[in-house]
């Protein structure tokens, strides 16, 4: 199978890049030392090559109710130029895919789904928009994908600062629109799409631009003092920050109730019919079996994804699992049945070893800290 490639695969591969394949992706995995990587995300600001998620704009009469159906948060509660989280389900409540939609005004939204589950995504969006699921009506809303785009996320305490100032040069409308852009907000400066949002716990955001645009972007930050990063300090960040990546600790088994998400379903408008309302609201009359909370190893080893967790309710296993260079410990996400409590301790089995772990709250880290460890 030929790998695809993005607009900066040249350039990581110029900067001694380790590749590696992601989902169908040749991507950089780390350029020298990961945890170094990581560090300079949490300490100053790092950048990650994300070309290859996919961005789908959707225009048409009747865009906002599509999405409305579509996802389990609710985009009426947008405002011009503000972002929302949420996922994507089957109508047993289970989920597609998770995603962020941006509403740029008027009838025009954009929406960012993960590259793994792309081709996935948009064919439930196809069939959702002519009736073949969900509710079984037509909508008027055209639906267009972006691949000639590029993304770049700019992460780090200092990565709106640098970020501005790298944009400015190139723009000069950008110190403007930049300093006014709040959390979970976007902003057009020339061709670049701007969202204050990321995948690290750190402030920062995430640039949509023209393909032919990303190598002078990329130069330019790494010049300003941005560090490149791969993959694998991404995962690390995420991990520490608590955030869920699809195929790991969400999927098409479980869903956000059970996944640590029912804050991203939007109950409120009991006239909204969002595909898998009805499962969700059986699956809380019933009572949600079982729930995602952080560990933390009191043993020495590594907690990894597809672990077996032992607690005193019953079994349950690790979802993702990684040393935290933040924390210098090693943390997990695991799913486990209700009932289990924060400060209770389990056994997670580390090939064949019983090793004695903490129930956390999680996020682990936020902004730079450690937090409930």
Same mark, same amino acid.
């Given at each position: ?29 780390? %350029? ?7 560090? $300079?995300?949490?300490?100053? =600001?790092? &950048?990650? @090559? /994300?070309? *290859?998620? #996919? ?53 025009? %939204? ?7 589950? $792309?081709?996935?995504?948009? =064919?439930? &969006?196809? @069939? /959702?928009? *002519?009736? #073949? ?241």
């Amino acid at each position: 199978m030929t790998l695809k490639r993005t607009p900066l695969f040249d350039t990581h591969v110029s900067a001694g890049a380790k590749m590696v394949d992601f989902g169908g992706w040749e991507m950089p995995v780390a %350029y020298g030392s990961q945890i170094e990587e990581h560090h $300079a995300v949490r300490r100053h =600001a790092g &950048m990650f @090559d /994300v070309s *290859h998620m #996919r961005g789908v704009d959707l225009d048409g009469h009747d865009s906002r109710e599509f999405l409305r159906t579509l996802i389990a948060n609710d985009v009426a509660k947008l405002t011009f130029g503000r972002a929302l989280y949420s996922c994507m389900l089957r109508a047993d409540g289970c989920v597609i895919d998770d995603l962020i939609v941006y509403w740029m005004g008027g009838e025009h %939204y954009r929406v960012v789904v993960n590259a793994g589950t $792309a081709d996935k995504d948009l =064919a439930w &969006m196809h @069939d /959702v928009q *002519h009736g #073949r699921t969900g509710p079984g009506r037509h909508f008027r809303v055209s639906l267009l994908p972006r691949r000639e785009l590029a993304m770049i996320a700019v992460q780090g305490p200092r990565a709106r600062e640098i970020l501005r100032n790298t944009i400015q040069g190139l723009d000069g409308d950008a110190a403007l629109a930049m300093d006014a852009l709040k959390p979970f907000s976007v902003a057009m400066v020339d061709k670049f799409f701007i969202g204050r949002t990321g995948y690290t716990g750190e402030d920062g955001c995430e640039v949509v631009l023209p393909a032919a645009e990303a190598v002078d972007l990329w130069q330019r930050l790494a010049h300003d003092g941005v560090t490149p990063c791969g993959l694998g300090a991404r995962d690390t960040l995420r991990l520490e920050a608590g955030m869920a990546l699809y195929g790991q600790d969400i999927d098409e088994t479980v869903t956000p109730l059970e996944s640590g998400l029912a804050w991203t379903v939007d109950f409120s408008d009991a006239e909204r019919r969002f595909i898998g309302r009805d499962a969700l609201e059986r699956q809380r009359a019933a009572g949600v079996p079982r729930q995602l909370v952080g560990l933390k190893l009191l043993d020495k080893g590594v907690l990894r994804a597809h672990q077996k967790v032992t607690t005193a309710q019953g079994a349950g296993e690790t979802t993702s699992g990684s040393f935290a260079p933040t924390l210098n410990c090693s943390i997990a996400l695991a799913r486990v049945p209700a009932g289990v409590a924060v400060g209770d301790r389990v056994e997670v089995d580390l090939r064949g070893r019983a090793a004695a772990a903490l129930v956390v709250k999680y996020p682990f880290v936020r902004n730079g800290k450690a937090l409930n460890t």
